[in-house]
Structures are given as C-alpha cells and as structure tokens.
C-alpha cells in the first residue's frame, strides 16, 4: 500500500478552529458498509442510529497541560518542551524545540525559576529524553498549557473544551477528539434507551504529531503507547460479543486498545501495558462492530485505520462528500458514525 493512497485535498476554510457548542451538536454523518448508503444527521440525534443492548466504549484518558516555554540557558533562545511519556518522576520523552539543542543542552522552565530541564538522549526523530530539576507533573497546571494540534491556530478560550467530559486518567497529549461530541445529558440519554458504557484508557502520544512519511506504509512503525482494558470492561464487552450484541468504539483510540486487547476470537482480556498495533486495510476486526469517529488528517494512521474498517473507496466517497457538504474536519470538526 502506498502512502498516496490515503491522501486527499482539503479546503483549509473546513478545517475546525473551535469547538462547536454545544458540544453534540456537531454535524454527523452515518456510513453504512452494508448498504453503501451515507445519511446526514447531527451529533445529539446519535439516539435514532443506536439501539438497546449495544455497548459504547470510551477512552476515559485526560490531556496534561504538557506544553511548556522555555528558554535555552545561558543564551535566552526561545525554546518549548511538549511532554509525551514519563519515564520515570524527573525523565520524559519529550518534543523539544529549539534552534541549536543537541545532547546535553539545559533549558530553563518559564514559569518556575528552579525548574530546568537538561537533554539527555536523542531517541530518535523529534524526540528526546529530558530530565527536569524537580518533579514536572505537580507543575504542569500551573506552567504547562493545552497542546493542540498546529493545524488550529485561535485560542482556546476554555482548555476543557478539549477534553472529553469523562476525562479521567491523565496522561495524555491530544485529546481523543471523537468523544468531544458526547455531553453528560447524551450518554444518560442513550443509557435510558439500553445502550451501556465502558471505558479503557489509551494515552495518546507522538503519532498523533508525527504524520507517516514511508511511501510503503507497511513499513512505518507505531511508538508505543499505554493502553489499558480493565477488568469489569473486558467482562461487558465479552458478554455482549457472545450474545451478538454491537461493540461500538468512540474513537480510534478505543477501536486500537479493544483490538489489541483480541484473543484471536473476539474476546479481550483485562491488559495494561504498550500498544504498538498500527491497523490498515486488510486488518481483521475481530472485536469493533462500529465506530464514531472525526474526520482524519491525509496520510495519517488514523485515516488508514478508518479505510481497513470502511474500506479505502468506501472513506474516499465520505470524505469528498464531506467536503461538498461543508462539513468541518479534525479535532474540532464534525462526526462520523460507521456501522
């Protein structure tokens, strides 16, 4: 598979700067593979389109406030630090920016005088191994700022506006921006219908900021990234799969941590550790019977994963409709639903 196949023209004007509000009243469009047919709804009419015993399944993981400005010591250059894995209370794998830094440099925290970080290791690609003067996390609320995607330009009024409302496990660097579109009002909704809810955590890390560059995409490597299925979730969505019932995953973080989670029949196992699957065309889903997702970046491992569940032309006909119908792309865009 070549990475041409998955790149598309888009219209910078649909690119999303804001977030909608309310938050589900996004716009939706429902793919169906069966038919072929492509519906236009909105978000907050999700109800018509889910039925009782289906089990939505959230990644509950929270962004961290891990954006930090710095300057490089000694020379005052402008510098920033974007937190992506703790390796250990004072060690990250970090995005450091900044004309000149190599192993070895020091840059100094703004925001807290005693606060530095020197650069430890070259981890290859943009990333480095940092270690701060003093334990970084009790800071980040004070210091750190929300890390959007460099595709959004305004200001974020409200950094909770990109974070799910279930956001529970910190350790993100994006938002995983498919459940944005979910209000507490919504899920209650849908929970008096009959459909249930389950959570597993994956934090999204450096593939969310490093685009695939192999032109065979077979050949890009996924970095690792901590998912977890608990227990109790393992046990609803076993259940459901055994009773014919529809796992439905909000967002491709959750379609990724539920098919690694696979014991080769559609059960899952409770897991917690790192996640390397990278999903394309031809993957089996052997545990995703539907999902919700956003409208993807051209070449990114995310629209590949939604292509291997759609199929390519099936994705191709949605999103240049999409783009005909003015809908809004990426993270503060507009919904998909795929049945």
Not at 54 to 62: E, G, P, Q
Not at 101 to 126: K, R, T
Not at 195 to 204: N, S
Request: proline share 5%; charged share 20%; no cysteine.
């Amino acid at each position: 598979m070549n990475l041409s196949d998955f790149d598309y023209a888009l219209p910078p004007e649909l690119i999303a700067q804001t977030p909608i509000e309310p938050r589900d009243a996004s716009r939706l469009m429902v793919v169906n593979r069966a038919t072929v047919e492509i519906t236009h709804s909105r978000f907050n009419q999700l109800v018509q389109f889910l039925r009782s015993g289906d089990v939505l399944i959230f990644n509950d993981t929270r962004v961290i406030p891990a954006r930090l400005a710095a300057r490089k010591s000694g020379t005052g250059g402008q510098a920033e630090v974007l937190l992506l894995k703790r390796r250990a209370p004072l060690t990250w794998e970090a995005l450091v920016g900044g004309k000149g830094l190599h192993v070895g440099s020091v840059v100094d925290i703004e925001g807290n005088a005693d606060l530095h970080a020197v650069v430890m290791e070259d981890l290859g690609g943009p990333r480095w191994l940092v270690q701060f003067s003093k334990p970084i996390t009790p800071l980040l609320d004070e210091i750190g700022q929300t890390p959007l995607p460099p595709y959004i330009h305004e200001v974020l009024a409200n950094r909770e506006r990109y974070q799910t409302v279930y956001a529970h496990v910190p350790g993100s660097a994006a938002a995983p921006t498919a459940g944005l579109h979910f209000t507490l009002e919504l899920i209650t909704q849908l929970q008096t219908l009959g459909v249930q809810v389950g959570y597993v955590t994956l934090h999204v890390g450096l593939d969310t900021f490093a685009p695939v560059s192999e032109d065979n995409v077979e050949e890009h490597a996924m970095h690792g990234e901590w998912r977890e299925v608990s227990e109790e979730t393992a046990t609803l969505v076993n259940l459901a799969k055994r009773e014919g019932r529809r796992i439905i995953a909000v967002g491709t973080t959750s379609v990724r941590t539920l098919e690694s989670a696979d014991q080769g029949d559609g059960q899952v196992a409770p897991h917690s550790d790192i996640t390397h699957l990278f999903i394309l065309p031809g993957h089996r889903f052997r545990v995703v019977d539907a999902m919700i997702t956003n409208f993807h970046l051209p070449k990114s491992t995310l629209l590949m994963l939604v292509s291997a569940f759609a199929g390519r032309d099936m994705i191709h006909s949605a999103y240049e409709t999409a783009k005909r119908e003015g809908y809004r792309f990426y993270s503060f865009g507009d919904a998909m639903l795929i049945l």
